[in-house]
T-cell receptor
Framework: ETGVTQSPTHLIKTRGQQVTLRCSSQSGHNTVSWYQQALGQGPQFIFQYYREEENGRGNFPPRFSGLQFPNYSSELNVNALELDDSALYLC??????????????FGPGTRLTVL | KQEVTQIPAALSVPEGENLVLNCSFTDSAIYNLQWFRQDPGKGLTSLLLIQSSQREQTSGRLNASLDKSSGRSTLYIAASQPGDSATYLCAVPPGGQNFVFGPGTRLSVLP
């Protein structure tokens, strides 16, 4: 069984640029959620994808967008980067979205630094 | 809106001590609660998942309890070891959707 993987591990961008982060879900999982974790804080929910459709969104602006592919892998895109976007971006996969036994399994994260 | 707090923010103990980490949440209408461990700069490792119908879960030296009515969960670590040093986060899914996380408790176990 393959765990959740993310790429790249580290990324440095400048203000105004665009970035794409990638996530491969755990084998058999069809739901992917993305979180942003600023230094010293708990992760904040960005959005979730289930069967290639967005299935819930946190309090993040539209310049944060995503995709899910037929193999359930996912991308997080951030446009017009701001300094405050510097954070660890975590991807989590689960067997089903939402209710009940939605235990989530996290990847190692992508550390984004915006200069 | 669900809010999750964790006390203490940081804890330093000598090796071998038993310790308790606390998690509180404001909305008791939860489906489950999950405890995670995070090493510096790394992703989250799931430790325990407690369903709303359960009172506690155990895994090795870890025991987590859940009291929905009072909005509290505790993580008990027995016979702590230096390898337990990490940040411990609790998380609850409001209405069964994605997790709302607490800020974490940073634990240092001194040899």
């Amino acid at each position: 069984e393959t765990g959740v993987t993310q790429s790249p591990t580290h990324l440095i961008k400048t203000r105004g640029q665009q970035v794409t982060l990638r996530c491969s879900s755990q084998s058999g999982h069809n739901t992917v959620s993305w979180y942003q974790q600023a230094l010293g804080q708990g992760p904040q929910f960005i959005f979730q994808y289930y069967r290639e459709e967005e299935n819930g969104r946190g309090n993040f602006p539209p310049r944060f967008s995503g995709l899910q592919f037929p193999n359930y892998s996912s991308e997080l895109n951030v446009n017009a980067l701001e300094l405050d976007d510097s954070a660890l971006y975590l991807c989590a996969s689960s067997l089903v979205p939402g209710l009940g036994t939605n235990e989530q399994f996290f990847g190692p994260g992508t550390r984004l630094t915006v200069l | 809106k669900q809010e999750v707090t964790q006390i203490p923010a940081a804890l330093s103990v000598p090796e071998g001590e038993n310790l308790v980490l606390n998690c509180s949440f404001t909305d008791s209408a939860i489906y489950n609660l999950q405890w995670f461990r995070q090493d510096p700069g790394k992703g989250l490792t799931s430790l325990l998942l407690i369903q709303s119908s359960q009172r506690e879960q155990t895994s090795g030296r870890l025991n987590a309890s859940l009291d929905k009515s009072s909005g509290r969960s505790t993580l008990y670590i027995a016979a702590s070891q230096p390898g337990d040093s990490a940040t411990y986060l609790c998380a609850v899914p409001p209405g069964g959707q994605n997790f709302v996380f607490g800020p974490g408790t940073r634990l240092s176990v001194l040899p």
